[in-house]
């Protein structure tokens, strides 16, 4: 038996990435995987649960020690998702011109996260990593660990670290955010369950760049996000 | 200021690689990181302690929790070092030529290793993760996560993704055990204090197949191991 291990965050791209998954595989060779590495919208997880029970899927967490992703230096990489640094109020792509590393960057998390689950995908005996990035993670160098030349880079030592018996695939990586709720909103994925919110609280904040772009791909389909924003005139 | 985060097992390559980089480098600007991931010979991180200490340079241990690389299904991926697998008493070339997989390749180790350094080397702002993997690793597929293409893959996934910020070296990669251990004699790396045995237990047991290895290395420069082996034939 081999497993696809998909990397949840409970968030719209990878949650649409489960349902595309579904489309022609059965729930039980299917793992979602979400990792707690100290990230204040921990509730995510708890979103990636609730979709991964909708669509019958097992669900794994995984905590990585938080101090990995911590500054520890003037010079270090800080992360607005993982320490009290404030969270911006801005597109990614106003952030990415207007600053060398996001905020929102959190020290080559996906490196991490892409290993561990390969890991565990061996652990089945191997078969698939699948990652929801999108070149709106990519644009700009928003996210470095989001881009075609990561993954490509990801893919290669995967394939061969691993007697090629994992092969990751990111089939999102050219797609727009726009693209992927085109997409979901076909496939029915249930994204009033979603969380993309970098803020923690009750329910999403709706002016941190994630929930910008989320409510921008809504609107672009002509749709409206089924999840209640604080803020009310989103 | 920037890091070189050395992976250090407590064994014969990484003590070397240490050894060479406080050539032309201060211990202040370098630090030594283990990792805990189930191996029965944990014991290996107490004797990087000690080098580490014997070199002055800081030394941080990291757990990973063990599940990780556990076996979970009969196509799975098992290892001698952190399952009830007997050790085998073999050179690497032996079982190389009588099995697939390596007993003793724990899935993805490396790239999870790799992946926890950077992330750490970020934390200081970036520089340089080092890895002691050489050609006798990676000959004849023992171990794939040693391979110069997976440790290029890796180099190009660390570069993109850390927004240039960090590196990843792999100086012994075309390197043989014997090459190594003629360096270090030259550079008078304390090879008393290291321990490379597979097994857990007092001293090592000379059987292993990195015992096996080492003490050839040992042979071919006309030198003897300094520690002491359970085997007292060796």
């Known amino acids: 038996m081999s497993k696809i291990v998909v990397l949840h965050s409970g968030g719209l791209d990878s949650s649409t990435l489960l349902g595309t998954f579904l489309q022609t595989t059965p729930p039980s060779e299917i793992l979602t995987l979400s990792i707690l590495y100290g990230q204040k919208h921990d509730r995510e997880v708890y979103a990636a649960e609730r979709i991964s029970e909708f669509y019958h899927v097992e669900h794994e967490v995984f905590r990585i020690p938080s101090p990995v992703f911590q500054v520890r230096s003037e010079e270090g990489t800080p992360s607005s998702l993982t320490d009290d640094a404030e969270m911006p109020h801005q597109t990614y792509d106003e952030l990415s011109t207007s600053v060398g590393v996001s905020p929102t960057y959190v020290p080559f998390r996906n490196g991490n996260l892409i290993s561990i689950a390969t890991s565990i995908c061996l652990a089945y005996g191997g078969g698939i990593v699948a990652t929801g990035v999108h070149a709106e993670d990519s644009r700009n160098w928003a996210y470095p660990d989001c881009t075609p030349e990561f993954i490509g880079g990801m893919q290669n030592a995967i394939y061969v670290g691993t007697y090629h018996r994992v092969r990751l695939v990111a089939p999102f990586q050219y ?20 969380w993309s919110c970098y ?13 910008i772009e989320r409510l921008e791909a809504f609107r672009v389909n002509g749709a409206t996000d089924p999840v209640s924003y604080r803020r009310t005139n989103v």
Request: hydrophobic share 25%.
């Open 175 to 194: 797609m727009m955010k726009s693209d992927i709720v085109r997409l979901g909103l076909i496939l029915k994925v249930p994204y009033e369950k979603t």
């Open 199 to 211: 803020e923690g609280g009750d329910s999403p904040c709706g002016e941190c760049p994630t929930c």
